[in-house]
C-alpha cells in the first residue's frame, strides 16, 4: 500500500515521547509498505533530518507552520480560535499549504495516517480514503485534567471553554475515522464512548532494547535523579513544581547530597526554590549517558493520558522508576514488582527514601524492569498491530460528515 503518514511535527529527531512513538510506528510500517511522510514543522533543526528519513520513506515534505515562530501569529490564531467557537489547535494545523498537498498527494494513496487528533481537521480532503487516527492521548482528557489543576479566574474561563471545543472536535473526529489506534485499555474505553460504532485498537508504545539497554560503562551517581520532559507540556511543568515544593525538601533533609537532573526544554519563569540541587541540560543529543548515572527515574506527573515512553526507556535500561499512578497509567506494570507508584508527597519521599537506602531493592526493580519490557513492549511486535489494522480498514470508505 501507499501510505500517507501525517505528523504534526518531524519524526526525527526523536527528542520526546510524540517524536518516539511516531517515529518508530513510521519506521515499522515502512519496513512493509511504501510510505509517504507529510509533516509540520516544529523546530527548524526537523529539517536536519530529511536525508535520514528518506531513506525509510519514499517521500517526505516538511510544511512551516506560521505559529511556532511567530508570537503574533499564534496570538491572532488564538483570538480567532475564541471568536470562532472552535478549538485553538485546529485553527492553528488548518493551513492552506496543508490543504493544497494533501490534495496533490492523495492521488496515489491508499490509506491516510493522521498521527495526532488535530489533523483530523483535513478529513473533508481525504475523499473516503481509510483514515486511521493515532490518538497518543485522549486529548480533551488530558485538557481537562489540566483545567482541574489550573488557578485563575481568565485561565479557568479559556480551558473550560477550550476543553469543551475540543471534546466535541474530539468526538467528530472519532466518528468519522475508519479507524483509531491509542495507548492503552483506559483511553480505548474513553474513545469507545465517543465513538462506538468506529473500530478501535490499543497499539501500545514501545522500546528499542537494543538502544535502551543498560549501560554499565556509565557509574551511577550516590542519590541522584532524574526527571525527562520539557517544561513547555503543562504536565511537566506541574510535576516539576510539584516535586520541587512539596517532595524534594524532605529528600533533602535525609540525604543533602540529592541532586535532581532534567533533560527536557526548560522554562526561564520556572520558580525554583532548590536551583542548587538542580542540573537542566535542555535538549541532549543522547538522553542515555545522563539516565544511567541517575540512580533513580522519577515521574511525578499529575495529569496524564496514553501512556509515557519514558518510563519505558527507563525501565529498558533497568533504572527503578518511581511514578504517580497516572503517570504510569496504562502500562501494566506492578508497584514492588518491576516499579513504585506514590500519589501522594509522603509516599514519593519514602520510597525515594528507601531505594536510595537499599541497594537490593534497586538491583530487584532493575533486573525486573528490564525482563518486562523485554516480554511486552518491543516495537517489532507493536509495529504488527498496527500493520494488522491498516489491512483490516485499507478496504473501508466512509463519507466525512
Given amino acids: ?28 510500517v515502512a519496513a512493509v509498505h511504501s510510505v509517504h511522510l507529510l509533516s509540520f514543522v516544529k523546530y527548524q533543526q526537523e529539517y536536519d533530518s530529511i536525508p535520514e528519513l528518506e531513506t525509510i520513506c519514499s517521500s517526505v515534505t516538511l510544511l512551516n507552520i506560521p505559529e511556532n515562530t511567530s508570537k503574533t501569529t499564534l496570538f491572532r490564531t488564538l483570538i480567532l480560535s475564541v471568536f470562532a467557537g472552535k478549538a485553538f489547535v485546529t485553527c492553528k494545523y488548518d493551513t492552506r499549504q496543508m490543504r493544497e498537498t494533501i490534495r ?11 498521527d495526532m ?9 481525504t475523499n473516503g480514503l481509510p483514515t486511521v487516527l493515532n490518538e497518543h492521548n485522549v486529548e480533551s482528557l488530558l485538557l481537562q485534567r489540566r483545567l482541574e489543576n489550573e488557578q485563575g479566574i481568565i485561565k479557568k474561563w479559556f480551558f473550560s471553554r477550550q ?25 480505548l474505553a474513553t474513545l469507545k464512548s465517543f465513538a462506538p460504532q468506529t473500530q478501535i485498537d490499543v497499539v501500545p508504545n514501545g522500546v528499542d532494547t537494543s538502544y535502551f539497554a543498560p549501560l554499565v560503562s556509565e557509574p551511577e551517581e550516590p542519590h541522584s535523579m532524574i526527571f525527562i520532559g520539557g517544561l513547555n507540556w503543562f504536565p511537566n511543568y506541574d510535576a516539576l513544581e510539584w516535586f520541587d515544593t512539596c517532595i524534594f525538601p524532605e529528600i533533602l533533609n535525609h540525604f543533602p547530597d540529592a541532586h535532581l537532573h ?41 495529569i496524564g493520558g496514553g501512556t509515557r515512553l519514558k518510563i519505558l526507556n527507563a525501565m529498558a535500561m533497568g533504572k527503578p522508576v518511581i511514578s ?18 506514590a500519589d501522594d508527597e509522603q509516599s514519593f519521599c519514602k520510597m525515594t527514601k528507601n531505594l536510595f537506602n537499599q541497594s537490593t531493592l534497586r538491583k530487584t526493580l532493575s533486573v525486573n524492569a528490564r525482563n518486562f519490557i523485554n516480554e511486552h513492549y518491543q516495537w517489532k511486535h507493536i509495529g504488527k498491530k ?8 485499507s478496504m473501508k470508505k466512509r463519507k466525512f460528515t
Fill in 324 to 341: 504517580t499512578t497516572i503517570g504510569a497509567e496504562g502500562l501494566g506494570v506492578v508497584s514492588g514488582e518491576n516499579i513504585l507508584l
Fill in 386 to 393: 498496527l500493520l494488522n489494522v491498516y489491512n483490516s480498514v
Fill in 262 to 302: 532534567i533533560i527536557g526544554i526548560m522554562s526561564d519563569t520556572f520558580p525554583w526554590k532548590h536551583s542548587q540541587a538542580t542540573t537542566c541540560y535542555g535538549f541532549v543529543d543522547d538522553i542515555r549517558p545522563y539516565m544511567a548515572k541517575a540512580s533513580l527515574f522519577i515521574v511525578p506527573l499529575r
Fill in 104 to 114: 496533490t498527494k492523495i492521488k496515489e494513496i491508499d490509506l491516510i495516517h493522521f
Fill in 1 to 28: 500500500m501507499n501510505i500517507l503518514f501525517i505528523t504534526t511535527k518531524c519524526p526525527l529527531p526523536t527528542n520526546d515521547g510524540h517524536s518516539l512513538r511516531s517515529f518508530n510506528l513510521l519506521k515499522q
Fill in 117 to 125: 487528533l488535530p489533523l483530523a481537521v483535513f478529513l473533508d480532503e
Fill in 163 to 187: 476543553q469543551k471545543l475540543l471534546e466535541q472536535f474530539e468526538r467528530n473526529a472519532c466518528r468519522n475515522v475508519h479507524s483509531i489506534i491509542t495507548c492503552s485499555e483506559n483511553d
